[in-house]
């Protein structure tokens, strides 16, 4: 059994505030369970146009291992790709 944390009590009108806990959180999904139990599943929100990425596990670990070789320093100049940019895409 999981202890709780802190308890926590409503306000008149039912809200609780969670303070740091909900500290880079956007929302949370609410569920209660067979017990009357609520619990509250942290989410995070992110642009649609950015989930794709999400979705594809192979561009998302490409991303990642980019982002982890340019940590360790390993980077290769491949030139300027503004021939690619799209300004309506940008603003």
């Avoid at 909900?22 to 929100?45: N, Q, T």
């Amino acid at each position: 059994m999981v202890r709780p944390l802190k308890t926590l009590k409503p306000d008149a009108k039912g809200r609780i505030y969670l303070g740091e806990l909900a500290e880079g959180i956007s929302s949370f999904a609410v569920h209660v369970d067979k017990h009357h139990r609520i619990i509250l599943d942290p989410l995070v929100e992110i642009p649609a146009r950015e989930k794709w990425l999400f979705d594809n596990k192979s561009a998302l670990q490409a991303v990642k291992q980019g982002l982890e070789e340019a940590k360790e320093g390993k980077l290769h100049d491949l030139g300027s790709f503004a021939k690619y940019a799209n300004k309506d895409e940008t603003e």
